[in-house]
């Protein structure tokens, strides 16, 4: 028989293990690239965990700005730039979804938003005045350029759109708008236009009772004078007030008021007490029905520190010029006659203890032309008398007029001071 060798096994053997190669390289590049795209994913989802954890670091209900940074406006799924907020603004922002990464900021109250890394987060946000929103509109509107800043003690936005607020407040230079739920002002180089709108529909106060209260007595106390109230006449009118919605004013409301820069509520009242004797005995009443009062201090006589209260404001009543007999008619206040640079020195004094006031209270409500004009040179803004009527709006305000409380009146007799 004839044989005839051929080399077909080592060629399968060769062409196995060749295939073997390729098949263990496809299965080392398979390995490879799922390692590589696994290593991809992992990294992917560290980073959008770190992102998520970043965004979270720096959002609250209420965070503060940390540098001029820009405000956007989202139109088409894009942001579009159209202001700035400065430095250190407090902001309330609109909660975010959890595990969020957008990377913008909603600002409450707002179609705005910023970038997550240009706030952080504030512990809580400072304790805002909010009283301006006792006020009431001016059915006037005003219309900005499409450049214009908005201010409190310093400029703190800037847009480049225009826009329309209603104005609660109307200065020489400005008008005092609400943003964000916050007041702020509009320099009137700034407004393209106002135009009529019907902003309030409310009664709008014309005139404003300021009473006047002097020594109020607990019950363990007595007082004789007709100035002398206790505490329960006290207790009961200023429940009335508290029940019956009354906004009781500051003294640079009442400023505002009278000159017709704002618009007040009809049940507002301007409470006030004078000297300081026995004016601690109110600090609790004030705080109980918080209601809020001015205290007119002769600033010499009582440290300013006794009179410690969320709801009392301090005001002059001179620093030592609280002395009778000392120029001619009815109680002799020094204040009609004595040397200018005496007065000047003692009323800047009494600004000087007591922040700076600007309002002012004659001693024994006496008054003339020459204490007037020292007065407004010592840098008073108002100045308050007695007499029994309400003030009005446009009266002089270095006279502005307030009823004394006295101890025998009814609640009737009183309501029909204040109504």
């Known amino acids: 028989m004839l044989f005839i060798y051929t080399n077909n096994g080592d060629d399968m053997r060769k062409k196995f293990l060749t295939i073997s190669s390729i098949l263990l390289l496809i299965g080392v590049i398979i390995l490879f690239i799922f390692a590589y795209y696994k290593r991809q994913m992992e990294n992917q989802i560290t980073k959008e965990k770190q ?20 405000i956007y406006k989202k139109e088409n799924q894009k942001y579009k730039k159209i202001g700035m907020v400065s430095k250190n603004v407090e902001l309330t922002l609109k909660n975010i979804k959890n595990d969020s990464k957008e990377k913008y900021f909603k600002i409450e109250k707002s179609d705005y938003y910023i970038y997550y890394q ?3 987060k504030s512990p809580k946000l400072e304790q805002v005045d909010k009283r301006y929103h006792n006020y009431l509109y001016f059915n006037e509107s005003l219309k900005t350029k499409d450049t214009f800043s908005l201010y409190q003690n310093k400029k703190e936005y800037t847009f480049y759109e225009a826009m329309d607020f209603k104005i609660l407040i109307k200065e020489e230079n400005q ?13 009137k180089e700034d407004v393209s236009k106002v135009y009529p709108s019907n902003n309030n529909e409310k009664e709008i106060a014309s005139e404003i009772p300021v009473t006047v209260y002097h020594f109020l007595y607990l019950e363990n106390e007595s ?19 508290k029940e019956n919605g009354y906004f009781t004013l ?3 409301e009442m400023e505002l008021f009278i000159k017709g820069k704002i618009n007040l509520p009809k049940n507002s009242i301007l409470i006030t007490i004078d000297d300081g004797a026995k004016a601690t005995n109110f600090l609790d009443v004030l705080d109980k029905y918080q209601i809020n009062a001015t205290l007119f201090l002769v600033s010499s006589w009582y440290p300013k520190e006794d009179f410690k209260s969320n709801y009392l404001e301090l ?13 001619s008619g009815g109680q002799g206040s020094p204040l009609k006659c004595s040397d ?6 003692d009323l800047k004094e009494s600004r000087k203890t007591l922040n700076n006031t600007e309002a002012f209270c004659f001693p024994f409500y006496e008054y003339n032309d020459y204490a007037v004009e020292v007065v407004k040179e010592a840098g008073f803004k108002t100045a308050y008398i007695g007499t029994d009527r309400k003030a009005k709006i446009g009266i002089n305000p270095y006279t502005i007029p307030r009823i004394t409380i006295h101890n025998n009146i009814s609640l009737e007799q009183y309501l029909n001071f204040i109504q």
Do not use: M, W
């Open 51 to 70: 992102l998520i954890e970043d965004i979270e670091s720096h959002y609250s209900s209420s965070v503060i700005t940390i540098k001029y940074s820009p």
């Open 118 to 120: 240009n706030v952080e």
């Open 175 to 187: 008008y005092g708008v609400v943003y964000h739920d916050h007041l702020y002002y509009i320099k």
């Open 223 to 241: 007082c004789n004078e007709i100035i002398c109230n206790s505490i329960n006449q006290v207790e009961e009118e200023f429940n009335y007030l």
């Open 250 to 252: 500051n003294t640079k």
């Open 315 to 327: 005001a002059s009543h001179t620093h030592n010029l609280h002395n009778p007999g000392i120029c």
């Open 340 to 345: 200018r640079n005496e007065l000047l020195l």
